[in-house]
């Protein structure tokens, strides 16, 4: 490992050299940012990723019933797991996708989970990633690079290697392919994940390409290639969201997506990677039930715990909330990013009274949650000392007909000593992590 | 493109339909059971035109049966983005003190006809997709308003109501009405013209609002600005 610590510099350059980055748009400008790469490894113990997998490959499997069934029969829902307000008047739920059936029945292929581990050693599931969650090629890339680096560090610490993720993908996009080629459907050059799309295109051997490229045809989608022939395609794994996918279908604003290729998916003609409409799933309201999903389509009891959440929907859960106002953090289901998220002792007086009414008012609209205590990890600083900052994991949980848990995973870190928020975008950085085969 | 299709109220013979430059298409139908078709026109060109004609039989039954459908149940009584009350649409649901009526039918029988006392028929105010709050800050607008209008305010009762496009006798374009799920059968109610829908009306296609009636859609590649215009004729024979 300290091989590693010390090649450090090294393997940040290399990173900028093979254009690890991400794009941001600031002030209505595209730039470029590097993500950093910090030596000092996350590690996981054999028996922890065992532990870790177990319940990763239980929620997953949990949500993929939950999908089939919210857009066919709506079982839960009759059976009264699940209130109807927060399936219909949910962002995420899509009227169009009511009644298809992905191929293979498979909605989530590629799910990224969050985690974080607390101060009492316990790890819990901050949300669920169904929709286009990125994030694999950073470990993948800077695993191939420390290797050049360190070559004897992973073996000798006995680190399972991660470098089949491409392999696994591969799997998935054949598994549910309905006959054709695989493509990577990317919005293009100023998408901010454009580096990964390129790479994973490259390490799986599909096509990478923009939606100006592909056509919907008499129910079927082609590829065009340099000599204008068509191509069938089978797969696709579209890094595009929902909304833009289909002009036709979704936002009809939409220039980066490609006309009535839902018309093609609805047909069982073409496999979509992840399925639309998974936004159901992974929504801040849904995120409360999804250990009552586990008891009702598995009949097990969860593996892994959600953070402890409160549903003012539900009078008890709005006492609880109104009680210990000061210790919760509350958030509001419809946004995403880190917007809308407010900590009960961060109001004044005035603020808190007006926040509470808005609360009583629209109760379906927030979800409330203990503040967890993280248990932070060591990162190396500009000056070469340890120093604890905040961190999470995202876990990538394949599915193709069998679940599977990528025995590596994506640990992010804040940089600013006071941040709990890792994200990139925010000037977060990434670590290795490491899974140990015994 | 949606084109009309047999419903209980209606049944539809001799659909011609035409289109220039391009001889493939395809039929589907969406979630709302909407029939439509697509295709694409790879040539180069700078006008396309589409041309639809048939025979309607209309008022064969005059309201369509529910059927027991509660993804269809619940998604109407859901508010949508152009639905979604605000402070205006909430007062005026509070003005018309709609629990003084019994049932689904006759609040919307009282909405379809004070509706046009307060919101004026004024076309070219209101925007393509404007929501109900929007429009009724304005005043007035075009049928889609009424419609949005009335919807929002049947949601806020909890009462089913869908979004149809049509056709009506002696109209030149197209027209928007809503219908409202009442002891098992979806009633039509056209608040523009404060009229029960009868037997003048063709359906075209029905949705959760505006936004999934559209009755032509299309994007093209290429720098140049575009024009659309709509013509429908209606006769009776």
Known sequence: ?438 | MFFPEDTARQSVEDVQIEISNCDKYCITYDNFKNKKFYGLIEKPHNRFDVNISGIATSGIDIYEKYTNNPFEFSLLKAQTELTMPGELMTEYHKKLELDTFSGPYYKALYIMNTLPDTFKYTPGVTEVHESAENALALGQGVCQDFAHIMISLLRMEGIPARYVVGMMLGEGSSHAWVEVLCNGYWYGFDPTNRKLVNDEYIRVSCGRDSNDCSVIKGSFYGIVTQKQSETVTVEEI
């Open chain 1, 1 to 438: 490992m300290n091989q590693i610590i010390k090649k450090s510099e090294t393997i940040n350059k290399l990173l900028s050299r093979y254009g690890v980055k991400f794009g941001i748009y600031k002030n209505g400008t595209f730039k470029e940012q590097l993500f950093p790469f910090d030596p000092i490894p996350r590690v996981i113990k054999h028996d922890e990723f065992l532990f870790l997998e177990k319940g990763l490959t239980q929620r997953v499997d949990a949500l993929n019933c939950f999908l089939l069934d919210i857009y066919s029969n709506k079982q839960i829902v009759k059976d009264g797991i699940i209130p109807e307000e927060f399936i219909y008047s949910a962002k995420g739920f899509l009227p169009p996708c009511d009644g298809v059936v992905p191929p293979k029945k498979i909605y989530s292929h590629i799910s990224g989970i969050d985690l974080v581990q607390s101060k009492d050693d316990n790890w819990y599931i901050l949300e669920d990633n169904l929709r286009v969650p990125s994030g694999a090629s950073y470990p993948m890339i800077s695993r191939e690079l420390q290797r050049r680096s360190a070559p004897d560090a992973f073996s000798s610490n006995s680190v399972i290697d991660n470098r089949n993720y491409a392999d696994l993908l591969k799997e998935v996009m054949d598994y549910v392919n309905t006959g054709g080629i695989n493509v990577i459907l990317s919005p293009g050059r100023y998408n901010a994940a454009f580096f990964e799309h390129s790479y994973l295109a490259e390490m799986t051997g599909a096509v990478l390409t923009t939606g100006k490229d592909i056509v919907c045809e008499n129910d079927n989608l082609y590829y065009i290639d340099y000599n204008g022939k068509k191509q069938r395609v089978g797969a696709v794994y579209r890094r595009i969201s929902d909304e833009y996918l289909d002009p036709m279908t979704f936002n009809e604003e939409s220039v980066i997506g490609i006309p009535h290729i839902f018309e093609a998916y609805k047909k069982g003609n073409v496999a979509l990677l992840n399925a639309p409409g998974n936004g159901i799933a992974d929504d801040k309201g849904i995120y409360y039930f999804v250990p009552k999903m586990i008891k009702y389509y598995l009949g097990e009891d969860a593996v892994l715990m959600n953070a402890p959440t409160y549903l003012p929907f539900y009078e008890e859960d709005m006492n609880y909330v109104l009680s210990n106002f000061d210790k919760l953090v509350i958030k509001d289901v419809a946004e995403a990013g880190g917007y809308g998220v407010i900590f009960g002792n961060s109001l004044t007086k005035e603020k808190k009274a007006e926040f509470i009414d808005l609360l009583k008012s629209q109760p379906r609209r927030f979800i409330a949650q203990e503040v967890i205590d993280f248990y932070d990890l060591d990162i190396l600083d500009e000056k070469g000392n340890q120093v604890p900052r905040k961190a999470d994991l995202r876990a990538f949980v394949l599915s193709n007909g069998k679940t599977k848990v990528w025995p590596s995973g994506l640990t992010r870190f804040s940089r600013d000593p006071d941040s709990f928020i890792v994200n990139s975008s925010q000037g977060g950085g990434f670590k290795d992590t490491w899974v140990l085969s015994r």
